[in-house]
Nanobody, 127 residues
Framework: QVQLVESGGGLVQAGGSLRLSCAAS????????RAWFRQAPGKEREFVAA????????SYTDSVKGRFTISRDNAKNTVYLQMNSLKPEDTAVYYC????????????????????WGQGTQVTVSS
């Protein structure tokens, strides 16, 4: 079956960096959009970034623009999220997501646009 497995989360001081990875298996993901979402305690899950199947188009939520970079390696079925200049407000569980339809674009920021989800990885930024 389809599996998305995140890794790379942890505890970091404000201003530091982390790189999240999401490895996919059990399906064909190279043709579809991949994305990252996050959920802070007491808040709804929110969109962070998305990348097109070829990696040429990306989108970011405003709060991470200029600090986070999403990328993908289709040969490895893996998507990455490089997070720099981390802030305490970036603290959340980060989830990777994969679409299974060409109707999902990098501008698709709703949870319902994505068909598969990872289990999440905790990112904690201390002040």
């Amino acid at each position: 079956q389809v599996q998305l497995v995140e890794s790379g989360g942890g505890l970091v001081q404000a201003g530091g960096s982390l790189r999240l990875s999401c490895a996919a298996s059990g399906g064909t993901f190279s043709s579809y959009v991949r994305a990252w979402f996050r959920q802070a305690p007491g808040k709804e899950r929110e969109f962070v970034a998305a990348i097109s199947w070829g990696g040429t188009s990306t989108s970011y939520t405003d709060s991470v623009k200029g600090r986070f970079t999403i990328s993908r390696d289709n040969a490895k079925n893996t998507v990455y999220l490089q997070m720099n200049s981390l802030k305490p407000e970036d603290t959340a569980v980060y989830y990777c997501a994969a679409a299974a339809s060409v109707s999902t674009s990098v501008r698709s920021m709703g949870l319902g646009s994505y068909d598969y989800w990872g289990q999440g990885t905790q990112v904690t930024v201390s002040s």
